[in-house]
């Protein structure tokens, strides 16, 4: 089933709409990356006007910036700890940005969006 983004079909009464134009190509979706902690696999997919968006499906490393001295390190993601985008990525070990992962040297919390651009950057919490 497509995902579509378009305007709804019905008025805030409940009422049918009467549509003015047919669905869009621009106005489907895609289904969410949902980035998952484990060994690495990324997915080019064509954006529109032709451009290409890396999505990481599978992340295992992370670049985390230690703001007490400002250096940043490449480290192991261990497990997802927070996430509040759902509370049920957190048994499934999906990453967005925004969630706390556990990581060889703290916690981070991820400032990247791992669907969109296929990299992990974070920041030191701890």
């Given at each position: 089933?497509?995902?579509?983004?378009?305007?709804?079909?019905r008025?805030?009464?409940?009422?049918?709409?009467?549509?003015?134009?047919?669905?869009?190509?621009?106005?489907?979706?895609?289904?969410?990356?949902?980035?998952?902690?484990?060994?690495?696999?990324?997915?080019?997919?064509?954006?529109?006007?032709?451009?290409?968006?890396?999505?990481?499906t599978?992340?295992?490393?992370?670049?985390?910036?230690?703001?007490?001295?400002?250096?940043?390190?490449?480290?192991?993601?261990?497990?997802?700890?927070?996430?509040?985008?759902?509370?049920?990525?957190?048994?499934?070990?999906?990453?967005?940005?925004?969630?706390?992962?556990?990581?060889?040297?703290?916690?981070?919390?991820?400032?990247?969006?791992?669907?969109?651009?296929?990299?992990?950057?974070?920041?030191?919490?701890?």
């Open positions: 089933m497509a995902i579509w983004q378009g305007s709804s079909l008025k805030p009464s409940g009422a049918r709409s009467r549509r003015n134009k047919n669905k869009r190509n621009a106005e489907f979706g895609r289904n969410p990356a949902e980035t998952r902690i484990g060994d690495e696999v990324k997915k080019e997919i064509v954006a529109r006007g032709n451009c290409t968006k890396t999505r990481a599978v992340a295992k490393r992370i670049n985390v910036i230690d703001p007490k001295d400002n250096s940043s390190k490449n480290v192991e993601m261990l497990t997802v700890l927070e996430n509040g985008a759902n509370s049920h990525f957190v048994r499934r070990n999906i990453i967005t940005k925004g969630a706390i992962v556990e990581t060889e040297i703290g916690k981070a919390k991820i400032t990247s969006r791992p669907g969109q651009k296929g990299i992990v950057n974070g920041v030191l919490i701890e």
